[in-house]
């Protein structure tokens, strides 16, 4: 079974705002409240290319029953732990302003609640798939996914991992199958602003070094680079399309290079996936079905090269 754990879910406020202008009211012109939060997200779109998941995570109060209640329509399976105090936040997106986002800080998760997860995460056993994605709620250290991954050490899971600073470098040393981070992320753990395809091959290969197996570097419009554990590089460019809504894109991508390997255990078909889920995301209102992915797929895979040209990021 493949689990995904989002400790800080979301409703997803997505407005579109023309003309959006700081320190006046602005109108929006179309909204959307949508679940989200990177393990759901990815656990969506699993479901969408027909790969059988449980998400896992901690929700509260009326906000986080409606997440509770959105991916119960879709036929997700979930074993969410209800928290006793505070919400589950509510992220606003400006579609308008790309990039432009206010991610709230999440409600507290008492030792508790933790140890709850830990005893749901013991039942996992040889062959499964974990994947710990986003960020966690303020109240908690940033070793705590490293903890977990401590505790599963001796069982042979397909660990994923996507997420920032710390909480990604802490994992590094249990040797995940696969971390995405974007271009931005992995500049702000070197403390540097990546700008060319050679400083992202190098940065990867650093994260390597660090015990990573497969870093897998998302570079929005400008497609993606995948470090194989083999040490082999293989680009994309990004499909042409008109940009609708990038929320949930990288974890489109997660999800469509984890249906990719699934499905072949090859690693330039789950590359492939998984740049045409992030596009195919990226190109419509919503997280994308699997009638758009495999028809992205279809153009995707033709773009798909080995080592990289250095140009610079867009
Ligand atoms: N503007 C875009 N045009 C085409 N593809 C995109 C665009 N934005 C995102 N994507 C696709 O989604 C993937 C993940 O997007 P990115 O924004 O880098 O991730 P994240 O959401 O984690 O920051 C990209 O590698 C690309 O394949
Ligand atoms: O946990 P974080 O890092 O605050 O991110 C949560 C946000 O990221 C999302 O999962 C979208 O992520 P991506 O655009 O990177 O795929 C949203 O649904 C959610 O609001």
Known sequence: ???????????????????????????????????????????????????????????????????????????????????????????????????????????????????????QLDTLKKGDALILAGSIPQSLDDDIYSNILERLKEKDITIVVDATKELLVKVLKYHPFLVKPNVFELGEIFDTEIKTKAEIAHYAKELQKLGARNVLVSMAGDGALLLEETGAILTAKAPEGTLVNSVGSGDSMVAGFLSGWFKKKDLRHAFSMGVAAGSASAFSQYLATEEEILAMNEIVKGKVEEGYENSRLN
């Not at 689990?3 to 602005?26: K, Q």
């Not at 059988?52 to 399976?77: H, P, S, W, Y």
Request: glycine share 10%.
């Open 1 to 119: 079974m493949i689990y995904t754990v989002t400790f800080n879910p979301s409703l997803d406020y997505i407005v579109s705002v023309p003309d959006f202008t700081l320190g006046l009211t602005n109108r929006t012109s179309h909204e959307m409240i949508l679940p989200g939060g990177k393990g759901i997200n990815v656990s969506m779109v699993l479901k969408n290319l027909g790969v059988d998941n449980t998400a896992l995570g901690f929700i509260a109060g009326f906000t986080g029953e409606k997440v509770r209640q959105e991916l119960e329509k879709l036929g997700i399976k979930n074993a969410f732990i209800q928290l006793d105090d505070g919400f589950t936040r509510i992220n606003v997106k400006l579609a308008s302003t790309e990039g432009t986002e206010i991610n709230g800080i999440g409600p507290t998760i008492s030792k508790s609640h933790q140890e709850k997860l830990l005893q």
